[in-house]
T-cell receptor, first 113, second 114 residues
Framework: QKEVEQNSGPLSVPEGAIASLNCTYS??????FFWYRQYSGKSPELIMS????GDKEDGRFTAQLNKASQYVSLLIRDSQPSDSATYLC?????????????FGTGTRLTIIP | DGGITQSPKYLFRKEGQNVTLSCEQN?????MYWYRQDPGQGLRLIYY???????QKGDIAEGYSVSREKKESFPLTVTSAQKNPTAFYLC?????????????FGDGTRLSIL
């Protein structure tokens, strides 16, 4: 089982609709969760950080964390063509002496005008 | 403008050659990281440094070396021992040394073999 799993996509969503991106992680003690957006050929850009169960909203983006089920999701409301990118989920796995941030392989999102 | 600057943007390596990728940040961040990204794979950690004059190996450190003599700078050398160096190299930094801090990335360096 991969430490951080994402559906690679592509996920196609009509413009104006809600895009829902999911990420599951294997280590129950993980504490910090991040979503990055990566445009083709560019570097990752931090969109959201979430640390507690529940929802966290920032503009059109909402991150949802459920530690009991070990998943974190990203919702993008009113999707725009500029949201077309690969979205990376990253999870902090505390492990004394071997702590690190583990990235999923990303979900490619395409917004259809 | 605060940020992370990586140079060069593109780099070509000849066989048997060592090359050095530059990473400079003016964010006053304590921690800096080097990742490698290959197509279809997640980011993989090469080296990291949580404080000046100290650094630790990541998951794929073989064939790479780093130094952290200044807070602002964390150069990565890809040595001739790294047999498959073609990849997108990303430098990141975070405000503190804890792994719960969000990491911010530079624009990356694409390395290819001639």
């Amino acid at each position: 089982q991969k430490e951080v799993e994402q559906n690679s996509g592509p996920l196609s969503v009509p413009e104006g609709a809600i895009a829902s991106l999911n990420c599951t992680y294997s280590d129950r003690v993980s504490q910090s969760f991040f979503w990055y957006r990566q445009y083709s050929g560019k570097s990752p850009e931090l969109i959201m950080s979430i640390y507690s169960n529940g929802d966290k909203e920032d503009g059109r983006f909402t991150a949802q964390l459920n530690k009991a089920s070990q998943y974190v999701s990203l919702l993008i409301r009113d999707s725009q063509p500029s949201d077309s990118a690969t979205y990376l989920c990253a999870v902090n796995r505390p492990n004394f002496g071997n702590e690190k941030l583990t990235f999923g392989t990303g979900t490619r999102l395409t917004i259809i005008p | 403008d605060g940020g992370i600057t990586q140079s060069p943007k593109y780099l070509f390596r000849k066989e048997g050659q060592n090359v050095t990728l530059s990473c400079e940040q003016n964010l006053n961040h304590d921690a800096m990281y080097w990742y490698r990204q290959d197509p279809g794979q997640g980011l993989r950690l090469i080296y990291y440094s949580q404080i000046v004059n100290d650094f630790q190996k990541g998951d794929i450190a073989e064939g790479y070396s780093v130094s952290r003599e200044k807070k602002e700078s964390f150069p990565l050398t890809v040595t001739s021992a790294q047999k498959n160096p073609t990849a997108f190299y990303l430098c990141a930094s975070s405000i503190g040394g804890g792994w719960n801090q969000p990491q911010h990335f530079g624009d990356g360096t694409r390395l290819s073999i001639l």
